[in-house]
């Protein structure tokens, strides 16, 4: 069994809720004594808990992602986990190096060049003299910032000055890393390289623990995955369980009733869905390329003459992705099994809604958003940000080649006889 190399137990942070205390006097002092003693009463105390009650491990060369909403408590346990601030109750073991990427930047100083910021900042985030010497050079090539790096940094772009600085934290090598969505730095060229490199340190053996607010990155780097609500580990388990639960719970807002519980007077209503294949444990997850297969239960309890059933599946945002619909559908009094089999669903890794309706002519008789939703967990092969992934999920491959001169620059540079029908460079590169 691998090692443990931090251990929460039972930990939180509690805030003061208020402006921050001015500089108080002798004469303040003595004006607070004169009031208590005429028995003003002083403003109550407010507090507020960003942690609290907090327990968990993790194992050596585990990445484990943080996710939740704004203000769910994730920065606050890097902190403590981080020893930056101290926990108000609990404790938190660590075992290793810890490095940290909480704030990109830290340690930076406008009027040094990027070469002393370099040395400055690395020596801030616990890399030695030695350490930054021999990193130097990759630091910088990373960061595309050569021809400035004697420039102070003042005058580099803000761009520019975000690259460095995640150079620099990112060529850490502890044993323990801790990052809070860091990967939303520079243009989308070098966000990729940064994924690329959170990778590269996935695979060293290294513990990551990653706050991001993007789920196809933690879909790509994470092993395990903990949800943070209101200061409170809501789910903790496997990235595509846990991913599924938090993207439903931010759409869903309302859980429908149960179905089950519904008057049995209605002429007809669907019970139930399940993927029946791919056969997995879990009844509501699609985790492959091939084949898929669906079912809706639907119970009739008085005839359907001239039935009209549609299905739609729809994404987060609402957007229709599929649908088909079949007319004049004869249904006596009994319970059905409505079955689809799709030969692929190529869909980007998420949380998606089924919605089935029933009419007989043109009276609806039932129209359901089927719960749970499906969860989609497939490899994802399409672009780390989720804002440029769209839909589709399809792996592809790239072929780069260089095409012939045109003609008349063939025949201006007499290099038409060297040139053989059908000749190009080509490159192959697979996506995946």
Avoid at 20 to 49: M, T
Avoid at 108 to 123: K, M
């Amino acid at each position: 069994m691998s090692e443990t190399v931090i251990r929460v137990e039972s930990i939180g942070k509690r805030y003061r809720v208020g402006e921050r205390e001015r500089y108080v006097a002798l004469r303040d002092v003595l004006a607070n004594a004169i009031k208590f003693r005429r028995g003003e009463k002083r403003r109550p105390k407010d507090f507020v808990w960003a942690i609290r009650d907090v327990s968990f491990e993790v194992r050596r060369g585990e990445v484990v992602g943080l996710i939740g909403r704004n203000g769910a408590g994730k920065t606050t346990l890097l902190k403590l986990l981080a020893r930056i601030t101290r926990p108000t109750e609990g404790n938190a073991e660590i075992h290793g190096r810890v490095g940290s990427l909480l704030e990109v930047g830290t340690g930076f100083h406008p009027e040094l060049t990027g070469r002393e910021n370099i040395f400055l900042s690395g020596a801030i985030l616990g890399m030695s003299r030695a350490e930054i010497y021999r990193k130097f050079d990759e630091i910088v090539a990373f960061a595309e910032v050569e021809r400035f790096i004697d420039t102070p940094l003042k005058h580099y772009s803000s761009g520019m000055q975000m690259r460095l600085a995640f150079a620099v934290a990112a060529h850490l090598e502890p044993e323990i890393l801790l990052v809070d969505e860091v990967l939303a730095v520079g243009d989308l060229a070098f966000q990729k390289k940064c994924l690329g490199k959170m990778q590269e340190v996935s695979q060293s053996g290294r513990t990551i623990v990653f706050v991001s607010h993007q789920m196809n990155q933690i879909r790509r780097l994470c092993e395990r995955v903990m949800w943070l609500d209101a200061g409170e580990i809501r789910q903790s388990g496997a990235v595509p369980e846990v991913l599924a639960a938090y993207e439903t719970a931010l759409i869903a807002g309302v859980h429908e009733n149960e179905r089950q519980g519904d008057t049995p007077l209605v002429r007809a209503r669907f019970l139930s869905w399940e993927v029946l294949e791919p056969n997995r444990d879990e009844p509501n997850l699609y985790d492959s390329f091939g084949n898929l297969k669906i079912q809706f239960v639907l119970q009739v309890n008085r005839r359907i003459e001239f039935g009209h059933h549609g299905i739609g599946l729809y994404s987060q945002e609402g957007q229709l992705v599929w649908g088909t619909a079949t007319d004049n559908i004869s249904l006596g009094e009994a319970t059905y099994a409505f079955v689809y089999s799709l030969p692929s669903l190529p869909l980007r890794p998420g949380c998606y809604n089924w919605r089935v309706s029933l009419y007989d002519s043109s009276v609806l008789i039932d129209a359901w958003e089927c719960l749970p939703s499906l969860i989609v967990s497939t490899r994802p092969v399409t672009h780390p940000r989720d804002e440029w992934a769209g839909i589709l999920n399809i792996p592809c491959e790239l072929s780069v080649r260089q095409l012939q001169p045109q003609l008349k620059d063939m025949e201006s540079s007499g290099r038409v006889s060297s040139l053989k029908a059908g000749e190009s460079n080509e490159v192959r590169v697979h996506i995946d």
